[in-house]
């Protein structure tokens, strides 16, 4: 029987920076991952011998080389990875635009957010100073109950447009509640999409999965792909190992999942022990919020068409804005319009790619689906994403014409590639902060531990191996 | 080892750390953390290294010990001894 000190589920980013901790001190661990490639929510996969990725829009928390305290300088050292070695992109400028009232730019200079909300909210600028200098001051690393962010922005900012318009970067970058979010979060994100900024390494999320998965190789740790836990095995306030699809029982000394907590607790078989592990069920505590994606390539001569510089647009047409699963499959009235391609230093590509995520609706996606017929899901795809550029083509202008691919993803395929359940991106609405669990040596990081983005899961990993496992080993 | 060599090893686990740490400038009575800048993150990553290298435990209570060179060398002395 196979034993190890530390074994690890998901080969995502949180697991493999878990991995790499750990291996870096010539400790052994495993990493079981059930897809046949590395990522979880940040991956990729080939269509016409194209490599297009899934998730990664832009990385947060953008921060300069000489401050070394910054949550991107800190993870890099604890990974041993140069920074050089990524080749950073950083963002040209991002807008959030809700048509016909106004718009606001940001950058990686957060002045210039300040300066448009000066410009756009003259009554509104102190209120705005404020919010940010309580922002500046707040610890968003202590465990604390839950407050609502919503509650929170409201109290200083009258202008109830002001505050949808920053909500909803926020939430769409990371909520996992609907139409608010812990503050918590929002202040983690605040300071990593507003104050930080956004970047992308040179290249695709391979790039970036294959340093991480070299390093985690170089340093000894294993993994292995298209490898599924079917079960956790405990013994009383212990975990003794786990089950793999393949019926192998590995014994650990440790074990941190970063399969999520509805995810996790399903892998408990006994009841006791899943009970112990906690008490909401699987359908409890699962996310409600997922999203539709259409990835579109177009023929260069529509770059002249498109808006310039623009590398994020956040568009909401609402009165109101909606963040909350849809009643419809696909909620085309909000979005997130991403140009991968413009990035400062970017090469001009042969072709200009565009994805738009729209809130969608679990339920709805997954009675359409069915495995054996897949004619009416792949209609349905289509029609959104149709639908999807015919309100696009309101904002940024024709998106019909001169297209070279499209493929587009459903809360479905999320589910499908990532086990997370309900398609859930951000995750269970209920956080375990500390990475504790019931079971005395069980740890929970990734998304449903709380940090948000690819730094934060990075991070995650990094957090929960230094706090629980390298001091016990 | 000699307190040389206990020295030596600090500082090239430091530079491992953060190869842009400017040890030439280092007062060997002051605390580590506030001349290189280090963060607890990267005072655990020392600890780690002493251990791998050296396959010595360092007890949690034990890290005050390790504020400066000089007194990290004081307290790698005795277990060092024989490596």
């Known amino acids: 029987m196979r034993s190890y000190p530390l074994l690890i589920i998901g080969g995502g980013l949180s697991g493999l920076a878990a991995g790499i901790r750990v291996a870096r001190f010539g400790l052994k661990v495993l990493i079981l991952e ?13 269509r016409n011998g194209r490599l297009l990725e899934t998730g990664l829009h832009a990385i947060t928390n953008y921060a300069p080389p000489e401050d070394r305290h910054a949550p991107l300088n800190r993870l890099l050292r604890q990974l041993k990875i140069p920074r050089r070695a990524l080749k950073l992109q950083e963002q040209e400028i991002s807008e959030i635009l809700f048509p016909d009232r106004t718009s606001l730019c940001f950058s990686n200079d957060f002045d210039l957010l300040q300066k448009q909300v000066k ?29 609502s962010a919503r509650t929170f922005v409201s109290s200083f900012l009258q202008d109830s447009l002001l505050v949808e318009m920053l909500l909803c970067p926020i939430m769409f970058y990371g909520s996992s509640d609907e139409d608010d979010m812990d503050l918590s979060q929002f202040v983690i994100l605040f300071r990593s999409i507003f104050q930080e900024g956004l970047f992308r390494p040179t290249g695709t999320i391979k790039g970036l999965l294959d340093l991480l998965l070299q390093q985690y190789r170089n340093f000894g740790g294993e993994i292995e792909f298209s490898s599924g836990v079917r079960e956790i095995l405990a013994d009383g306030n212990t975990i003794s190992g786990v089950r793999t699809d ?17 995810e996790t607790r399903k892998l408990f078989t ?43 647009i956040f568009y909401n047409l609402q009165e109101s804005f909606s963040y909350r699963r849809p ?132 991070l995650s990993g990094v957090t929960m191996v230094n706090q629980h496992i390298l001091n016990k080993i | 080892m000699t307190i040389d060599d206990i020295k030596n090893v600090i500082l090239e686990i ?43 435990q360092i007890p949690e209570a034990d890290y005050p010990q390790l504020a400066t060179l000089e007194s990290c060398v004081n307290y790698l002395i005795p277990r060092l001894k024989a490596a």
């Open chain 2, 14 to 56: 430091i530079r491992d750390i953060d190869d842009e740490a400017d040890l030439d400038n280092l007062n060997p009575s002051e605390a580590l953390r506030d001349q290189l800048d280090l963060d607890s993150m990267d005072f655990l990553d020392i600890v780690m290294e002493l251990r791998k290298r050296y396959q010595i």
């Open chain 1, 119 to 147: 410009k756009r909210f003259p009554h509104s600028t102190r209120q705005f100073a404020r919010l940010v200098a309580e922002i500046d001051a707040y610890d968003p690393f202590t465990p604390r109950p839950k407050i």
């Open chain 1, 34 to 46: 059930k897809h046949s490639k590395a990522g979880g929510l940040n991956s990729y996969y080939y």
């Open chain 1, 246 to 262: 393949t019926d192998e029982k590995i014994t650990c000394k440790h074990l941190v999942s970063t399969a999520g907590l509805p």
């Open chain 1, 327 to 458: 009643e419809e499959a696909v909620d085309i009235n909000s979005g997130v319009i991403c140009f991968p391609g413009n990035f400062q230093g970017n090469p001009k590509q042969d072709f200009v790619q565009m994805r738009v995520t729209h809130l969608a609706n679990y339920e709805i996606w997954r009675n359409i689906y069915n495995e054996e017929n897949k004619t009416l899901y792949a209609a349905e795809k289509k029609l959104w994403a149709k639908r999807s550029r015919e309100v696009l083509g309101k904002i940024i202008g024709n998106c019909d014409e001169n297209i070279v691919y499209e493929d587009s993803f459903t809360p479905v395929t999320i589910e499908r590639f990532t086990s997370r359940a309900k398609g859930a991106v951000y995750g269970s609405p209920y956080k375990v902060k500390d990475g504790r669990t019931h079971f005395e040596n069980l740890y929970i990081a990734g998304t449903d531990q709380g940090y948000l983005g690819i730094v934060g899961a990075l």
């Open chain 1, 270 to 312: 006994t009841l006791g022990s899943a009970a112990k592990f906690s008490k909401l069920t699987e359908n409890d505590s699962s996310g409600r919020l997922s999203f539709f994606e259409s990835i579109c390539l177009f023929g260069k001569s529509v770059r002249q068409r498109f808006p310039q510089k623009r590398t994020i």
